[in-house]
């Protein structure tokens, strides 16, 4: 199956969350979606939760999607999950500290090459970077300024 695209922030996995709950539950009169599109989803909300660092818990429910009805709970699962966790809590994605500290992902890139920013990589340590809730804390008060505690650069 090819996957729309990557999910990088929690947001949109969000929306897309909302939109497959749709699909999954049309109308009365709107023909269900099929089983293999069902375990399509799964299979992606699956990958997705797995990269956001939503627990082990979704990803076993994804594998025993039987229809609709089981893709709607996992979605409803996955989005509470989502909701939960907040914005505040990590790890976080490059795009995701970009978007908070309204900079470019290239900035936040920089900052990561250059060891000004820590970061960790999940897995076998290649390919995804996060970036922890102490690396920003730690981030953010070396680069206070004393007298009005705002960013020096970024």
Not at 41 to 47: G, H, P, Q
Not at 59 to 81: F, I, N, Y
Not at 109 to 138: K, M
């Amino acid at each position: 199956m090819r996957y729309p695209c990557d999910m990088r922030t929690k947001q949109q996995l969000i929306e897309y969350l909302h939109e497959k709950m749709i699909l999954m539950e049309p109308l009365s009169d709107a023909p269900k979606p099929d089983l293999a599109t069902c375990q399509d989803v799964a299979t992606y909300v699956s990958k997705m939760s797995a990269r956001h660092g939503l627990g082990g818990d979704i990803c076993r429910l994804a594998q025993s999607v039987k229809g609709p009805e089981d893709t709607l709970a996992l979605l409803a699962d996955c989005l509470a999950a989502l909701q939960t966790e907040g914005n505040d809590s990590g790890p976080f994605t490059v795009e995701e500290v970009a978007e908070r500290w309204s900079v470019s992902v290239r900035t936040v890139g920089d900052l990561i090459r250059n060891g000004q920013l820590g970061c960790f990589r999940p897995g076998n340590g290649r390919g995804v970077v996060r970036i922890s809730t102490e690396h920003i804390a730690e981030y953010e008060h070396g680069q206070t300024n004393g007298r009005n505690g705002r960013h020096r650069h970024l």
